[in-house]
């Protein structure tokens, strides 16, 4: 199974991830900041992704990692 771990620190929200989902298990936390101020992104099911990495790939601050 595929693990995603995103951090938190690191992501500004822009919500690139969560467009390029083929699952669709990337979502924004707006109940919640991370330390520089943005609604960071988070996986809602992580027993669905299916470790295609496209989040990682397109993740303009490299706050996301995939493992198979």
Do not use: W
Not at 2 to 15: M, S
Not at 25 to 38: E, K, W
Not at 48 to 66: E, L, N
């Amino acid at each position: 199974m595929a693990k995603i771990t995103i951090d938190e620190t690191l992501c500004k929200g822009c919500e690139l991830c969560i467009d390029v989902c083929p699952k669709k298990i990337v979502a924004i936390a707006g109940d919640r900041l991370n330390a520089r101020g943005y609604h960071p992104a988070y996986v809602t099911d992580q027993s669905k992704c299916i470790g295609c990495a496209f989040c990682a790939i397109i993740c303009p601050d490299v706050a996301i990692t995939v493992e198979k």
